[in-house]
């Protein structure tokens, strides 16, 4: 066996061609981060990426309906909802890694961190659809977020900016809002696994934005100019506020990029 299938970097093409959603955040969660990165390897793209289970079935995002929480079902479909984001974090973050040789070792255990705790999300959640009746699979949901990771795959500088920096950054947008939804009521129990994810995905976004500005330096570009340039040339989606200033601040938004945001 060549050093290169030994590698941290190879090693994470097992869980990303995963179909099975619970044995996808399995298999991240038991990857060795010991490896050899292997940081210089060029490695051939490998087909039957992202590994998907069949269901849930997946439709355009404006086909998506909205549920009330009020109802159980309702309930669910939101917590699903988020539980399918988590699972498309896991491949975001294993694909970074394989992806884009010739970046620091560090690069690449951060983004390996990353996918574990995108794992542990994924799990709580569908734990805690499984404890009230459903599953992962048990509604429609979108592809968005692998999308932008296809339109993406060709330019490190465009992932780092508009996956962890734009997409995941909603979340931080959005936590606040879905918790109050959640705990509004009555499930306390999911209340308290969006603070987890909230606290650990501002990590994420943090890990995002030292990345984008590192690569910026090396290629002698200005963050703010040149994050509006990749969002318009990859259509990143609109983005609406409110913003949750505060997380995106410990993050590692500047102002100068807060009040860009803001002017989008």
């Not at 050899?36 to 309906?65: F, K, T, Y």
């Not at 030292?210 to 990143?236: M, T």
């Amino acid at each position: 066996m060549s050093h290169t299938l030994r590698s941290l970097r190879s090693a994470v093409l097992a869980p990303l061609a995963e179909a099975g959603a619970v044995r996808k955040a399995q298999g991240t969660l038991a990857l060795d981060s010991a490896l050899r990165v292997d940081a210089g390897a060029s490695i051939e793209a490998p087909s039957g990426i992202p590994g998907r289970p069949l269901r849930p079935e997946l439709l355009p995002h404006n086909q998506l309906g909205q549920r009330s929480v009020a109802t159980l079902e309702g309930r669910a479909a939101l917590i699903h909802s988020i539980a399918h984001i988590e699972l498309n974090a896991i491949d975001l973050a294993l694909d970074i890694v394989w992806r884009f040789p010739g970046m620091p070792e560090a690069f690449y255990r951060d983004w390996v961190s990353v996918a574990k705790e995108e794992a542990r999300h994924f799990t709580l959640l569908r734990e805690h659809l499984v404890s009230i009746g459903f599953d992962y699979g048990d509604f429609p949901a979108h592809n968005g977020l692998w999308e932008m990771a296809e339109r993406t795959s060709v330019d490190l500088l465009a992932r780092l900016a508009l996956v962890p920096r734009t997409l995941e950054a909603r979340g931080l947008d959005a936590s606040p809002l879905v918790k109050k939804k959640l705990v509004r009521v009555g499930d306390h129990k999911a209340g308290a696994i969006i603070d987890l994810i909230l606290r650990e995905e501002i990590g994420h976004v943090a890990i995002g934005n030292r990345w984008y500005r590192q690569v910026c330096g090396e290629r002698g570009l200005d963050p703010v100019a040149a994050y509006a340039e990749l969002a318009e040339r990859y259509k990143a989606p609109f983005l609406r506020g409110p913003f949750n200033l505060e997380a995106r601040r410990a993050a590692g938004f500047d102002e100068a990029e807060l009040a860009a945001l803001q002017r989008i």
